[in-house]
């Protein structure tokens, strides 16, 4: 199993869950951009399951240096790769903050899991799963950036998913919707709309294991979100969401 994202909370926990329901894989690829805290969770698979795992370093916001990747081979690939960044009202004009957001969760994110996607391919098997967001749905003032690139993602990976299919590749598009992870630390979160990581894996875990291609992690989600998507743009324009 390749996972990108190796420090989010709900990678970390699909893992365990895999591994908890049986699942077993020669290697573990962490593919990370904090060495240390991936560094305590390989640990930690390996002293519970007895699950080997390699460290792999990457920085979305430089080059890429895919060499790295050469020898890595698996039918599972799993992303949680993600940036949230400033919103609108501290950081639409801060061109650093705008480039960043895109780059971690679009324009660099999508070459790597392009690389990995072709060697699935070239094996007519395999299985990828990517965390996207709600904010993709529709363009709100509060985080219209950051919503961008999710949108922008959401769209790659259902062309992704159409473009895989005749060649036995699945392509798992993930909405979690609000999250109580580090990412969200701090942000005023209605408990009721709010997954942990576990419940995101649980329900993320199932949904692999039933080849489902768009997955709310709240079922909720996709009631308030189609609700959003259908408000009248004479009428959403004026709105502060």
Known sequence: MIILGSTSEVAQAFVEKALTAGEKFPKIYLVTSSRETTERFAQHIDVKFLQPSEIIELDLTQEINYSVFENIDSDLLFCATGYLGLGTEDGLYDDKNTEKIIDINYAKLVPVINYFAKKMESKRSGNIIALSSVAGDRGRQSNFIYGSAKAAFTAYL??????????????????????????????????????????????????????????????????IMLIIIHIPEFIFKKLKL
């Open 158 to 223: 259902s062309g992704l998913r159409n473009y895989l299919f005749p060649q036995k590749v699945h392509v798992m598009t993930v909405k979690p919707g609000f999250m109580e992870t580090k990412m969200t630390e701090g942000l005023p979160l209605n408990p009721k709309l709010t997954a942990t990581p576990k419940q995101a894996a649980e329900c993320i875990y199932k949904a692999y294991k039933k080849q489902k291609n768009i997955v709310y992690v709240l079922p909720i989600w996709r009631l």
